[in-house]
């Protein structure tokens, strides 16, 4: 296939910040969606707790979407965010100023996030919310209640990511005040050790702090972002590769020609993905922090981190179009991409409130029937979000 660079399927998105979006990384976060809405699916419906579902290879496969998905979600935070810190870093380039990046990261989350609080909090009933207003508001009240998940379930990963978004401008300025003055090659040596040292650092803070705490903090030590430092870094090092490249410096010919063949990076994710499911069949622990050793934890982790990797790297660096591109920045899949924040923030309490007036077969047709309903919902939902809060929040970013 011929040459070319990937404009074809971006757009500018002038009605939000104003910049060029790729609607190839807008699908990869449908996907990741979607994975993360199949999983909780499976388990709410009871196939993946029932007596054949326990036992099925096909509810290994499903019962790691979500742990992917999150996966995928934390490399795209790392590759978009680190970019233009990266460029400063590393040819000195413009950088947006501090103040402007905190609230449009704010804006990016919080807003849409309030919404759904309220939500959850309608339909669950206030006195049976885990946590205080404040802790739940802010997304620190894992910091101070005894609750594994309080409020919206899957609002723990937007903890993480806050706490993402406040680590990368300290680590980034480490990293300028490490290059400055020095040759271009050793800033990107620095950089990347740097990376790789986070990766360490997670599997250190996994395999040597955590056990060292009370058993009941352990899920509050694992269930934070050292722990996920590693999927972080993988997308930071496609922001170096990225901003490399887009320099007009080659990146070296192995990685370009990987970027350039999005079906072998996806059969590298893949196989990735399936040693997982293999553990998972053979020690078989659920997928979360506080149900598995140090050693399996600590595997899992790297495994789905490679897998992540893969399935974005062709679409963040690749200097080819090809017909996965074209699948994956196809527009159903793009406007799933656009909405997806808003469904990750619905989905499950979709799902709290359908099993309130409907019961599910713990059966696969009972999985697919609940996959069927809560999907159009929860992207309904999605899009009453993207244009009545996220879109005119963002509008308002400097």
């Known amino acids: ?25 807008d699908g990869v976060r449908a996907l990741a969606a979607l994975a993360v809405v199949v999983y909780h699916c499976s388990s709410a419906s009871g196939f993946a707790r029932s007596a054949h579902g326990s036992k099925s290879v096909f509810v290994a496969v499903v019962g790691n979407f979500g742990n992917f998905g999150v996966a995928v979600f934390f490399v795209l935070s790392g590759y978009l965010l680190f970019r233009e810190f990266v460029r400063k870093i590393l040819f000195d380039g413009e950088r947006t100023p501090l103040p402007h990046y905190f609230e449009r990261r704010f804006l990016r989350i919080y807003p849409a996030y309030w919404l759904a609080l309220i939500g959850f909090v309608v339909v669950t009933g206030a006195p049976l919310v885990a ?3 404040f802790g739940l508001l802010t997304l620190t009240e894992r910091q101070f209640s005894n609750a594994v998940f309080p409020g919206i379930g899957v609002a723990w990963t937007l903890y993480v990511e806050v706490a993402f978004y406040v680590f990368m401008p300290f680590f980034a300025g480490f990293l300028w005040l490490l290059c400055r003055r020095r ?9 990347l050790v740097a990376l790789v040292g986070l990766v360490v650092f997670a599997h250190v803070w996994i395999g040597l702090i955590v056990p060292a705490v009370p058993p009941d903090m352990r899920i509050r030590f694992l269930l934070n972002l050292p722990t996920y430092f590693g999927w972080f870094a993988a997308g930071m090092a496609l922001a170096v590769a990225s901003v490399w490249s887009s320099s007009g410096r080659r990146l070296p010919k192995s990685i370009t020609q990987l970027a350039n063949r999005p079906v072998v990076c996806w059969s590298v994710g893949i196989l990735a993905f399936l040693m997982v499911v293999l553990i998972q069949t053979n020690f078989g622990f659920r997928g979360r922090p506080d149900d598995e050793t140090t050693l399996i934890l600590q595997a899992r982790m790297f495994l789905q981190g490679i897998a992540a990797l893969f399935f974005v790297l062709p679409m963040a660096i690749s200097a080819r179009v090809t017909g996965l591109h074209a699948f994956v920045g196809s527009r159903p899949l793009a406007w799933i991409g656009v909405i997806s924040y808003g469904i990750y923030l619905w989905h499950q309490i979709i799902i709290d409130e359908l099993l309130e007036w409907m019961t599910f077969s713990p059966d696969f047709i009972g999985f697919l029937k609940m996959v069927a309903i809560v999907v159009p919902i929860a992207s309904l ?11 005119p929040a963002l509008s308002l970013a400097k």
């Open 183 to 191: 040759d271009v090659l050793i800033r990107v040596t620095i950089v």
């Open 131 to 133: 946590g205080g207003a």
């Open 381 to 391: 939902f999605g899009w009453v979000s993207f244009r009545l809060i996220e879109k």
């Open 1 to 25: 296939m011929a040459e070319a660079a990937i404009e074809p399927v971006e757009r500018v998105d002038l009605a939000t910040t104003g910049r060029k979006r790729s609607t190839t990384l």
